[in-house]
């Protein structure tokens, strides 16, 4: 079994910064896909970003250019740098990993946590 540990998320203010990182622990595990997904309040789950275990990163067109996804495969990290912080950007975020353990697939998610951009 994998889990998940999120930390990061807060308040800010509209143009101001904030990094989210995600933690996978287990055992006997391998990551292809880590993700960070954000679902705000009346709205469907949504992807931000991605990476994959070759490095192949993919965002959402509302967040090229602010938000940077990066891993740290020594660690089974993903951390979201999210720069340029809009009020459109509040929603709770998800991390996503995708794998395979010694018993088969896994498809896990964080518990979430809270972004709050004021404006």
């Known amino acids: 079994q994998v889990q998940l540990a999120e930390s990061g998320g807060g308040l800010v203010q509209a143009g101001g910064s904030l990094r989210l990182t995600c933690t996978a622990s287990g055992t006997m595990f391998t990551i292809n896909v880590m993700a960070w997904y954000r679902q705000a309040p009346g709205e469907q789950r949504e992807l931000v970003a991605s990476?994959?275990?070759?490095?192949?990163?993919n965002y959402a067109d509302s967040v090229k250019g602010r938000f940077t996804i990066s891993r740290d495969y020594a660690k089974d990290m993903v951390t979201l740098q999210m720069n340029s912080l809009k009020s459109e950007d509040t929603a709770v975020y998800y991390c996503?990993?995708?794998?395979?353990?010694?018993?088969?697939?896994?498809?896990?998610w964080g518990q979430g946590t809270q972004v709050t951009v004021s404006s």
């Open positions: 990476v994959t275990s070759g490095g192949t990163t």
């Open positions: 996503n990993a995708g794998g395979t353990t010694g018993w088969g697939p896994y498809d896990e």
